[in-house]
């Protein structure tokens, strides 16, 4: 899949300084001591429970999303993925389940998350809509792309220790088509979801007071760290569609000295020598290009994708706070006849959700922290993969040419 596909020119250029001045005036989320080598752990086991214990990571759910499928009905074409389960969890009948699904299903799954735990941070699944780019739905590029992650999202479920034993992901996971399509008629309405998600949109624009100092700093980071990732993302692209550029100006490059060697006898030994470096070089910057598309842009979207989703669960946690305080205000001025103890009730629901997002985000960033340290060390070894082999071909051109100039030199020496 093409990524900077459809992507005007003019738009990716007139940003760049803009870029790059993110970058240069603030430094917080640049700390190198921030980067922390600790990989999160995983507890064996924790139903219903958000505080994470420090436990060996033991990883006992493994799940592969492969075997992508077209299918054509009357009315619609869609895509279907095998989901293969392994597992030795007790509550599981089987040890290994294999059922297929398709994106509208794993959409659902992220849903039910989110309504079962609203202030736990939920991975992303890709986008349904394609942004950039004219590209085929059902390009092979795209299903590719889409499959690997709609695999990530699985498996970064398994290993949280708390959406892992949610009973959703369960059944999505072991239930037939049939019976998938049964459950998710006993969940809420769509009536019933839009009213949670205008109520916390309408919580975000009223703005809450008095929030906790760990919640505010959670916030002021989410906001600077989605700068700077949609920033790098940008720049990746852009970097991308420029490598792409000299590539095909490459490949050109080399047949020009072939054809030129047809008509320069004395010049035939340089030219197809340069040809031949050329179309080296094209090889490495195809290995460039693809390193960059597969191993470092993906992990740069799906944390775009987590910053939005990390805004939507802060306003999912105001929201739980502008009810509290409502009520407290309603009731200070004696306009309700409720209870106090619906006073303490949301006083209990709010700290649940305080614990648990400030929880989550421990974990969560140190997820974040370990995939982009990982990222951008593809990325250095992929650039140095790419120019050592460059300069490799290029010297032994070089010396090659400067060994030929001796003999010319010296005709004594010549054999």
Same mark, same amino acid.
């Given at each position: ?9 003019? *738009? ?24 922390? /080598? ?116 699985? @498996? ?18 072991? &239930?037939? *088509? ?23 949109? &309408? ?20 906001? #600077? ?32 000295? #072939? ?30 290009? *693809? ?15 987590? /910053? ?27 306009? #309700? ?17 305080? @614990? ?42 070089? /010396? ?16």
């Amino acid at each position: 899949m093409e990524p900077t596909a459809g992507v005007p020119a003019s *738009a990716l250029d007139e940003d760049e300084d803009d870029d790059l001045e993110l970058f240069s005036k603030d430094t917080t989320l640049m700390d190198g001591s921030s980067f922390s /080598s600790m990989m999160p752990v995983s507890p064996l086991s924790m139903n219903n429970q958000y505080k994470l214990e420090e436990e060996a990571d033991v990883k006992d759910i493994f799940i592969t999303v492969d075997d992508p499928e077209s299918h054509v009905t009357a009315i619609e074409t869609f895509i279907t993925y095998r989901v293969a389960t392994k597992t030795s969890r007790s509550e599981f009948d089987s040890s290994e389940y294999e059922v297929r699904r398709r994106y509208q299903d794993f959409f659902w799954l992220k849903s039910r998350l989110e309504e079962a735990h609203p202030t736990l941070i939920i991975p992303p699944v890709p986008e349904k809509f394609i942004m950039k780019g004219v590209v085929e739905r059902f390009n092979d590029a795209f299903i590719e792309t889409r499959r690997k992650a709609l695999h990530t999202f699985l @498996n970064r479920i398994a290993d949280h220790p708390t959406l892992s034993f949610n009973k959703d992901f369960k059944v999505f996971l072991t &239930a037939q *088509a049939w019976e998938l399509t049964s459950h998710k008629k006993q969940g809420p309405s769509l009536l019933s979801r839009m009213g949670h998600t205008m109520r916390a949109v &309408a919580a975000s624009v009223r703005g809450v007071k008095n929030r906790p100092e760990e919640i505010v700093a959670i916030s002021e980071y989410v906001e #600077t760290f989605s700068q700077k990732i949609n920033a790098l993302d940008k720049i990746a692209h852009r970097i991308y569609k420029e490598e792409k550029e000299y590539f095909e100006e490459m490949k050109e490059y080399g047949p020009i000295h #072939t054809l030129w060697s047809a008509s320069e006898e004395d010049l035939v030994g340089s030219l197809k020598g340069i040809a031949s470096c050329t179309e080296k070089c094209c090889k490495a910057i195809e290995q460039l290009m *693809a390193g960059l598309s597969e191993n470092v842009m993906p992990v740069v979207h799906e944390y775009i994708l987590y /910053s939005e989703m990390l805004m939507n669960v802060l306003k999912r946690r105001d929201q739980i706070q502008a009810d509290l305080d409502s009520k407290v205000e309603a009731l200070s001025s004696k306009k #309700t006849d409720k209870e106090p103890g619906e006073i303490g009730t949301l006083e209990d629901k709010l700290e649940c959700a305080n @614990n648990a997002l400030k929880s989550d985000w421990d974990r969560w960033k140190q997820n974040m922290q370990s995939d982009l340290k990982s990222a951008f060390t593809n990325m250095a070894e992929i650039n140095i993969n790419c120019y050592e082999e460059c300069l490799a071909t290029w010297e032994s051109f070089l /010396s090659s040419q400067t060994n030929l100039l001796h003999l010319e030199e010296d005709p004594e020496d010549k054999p």
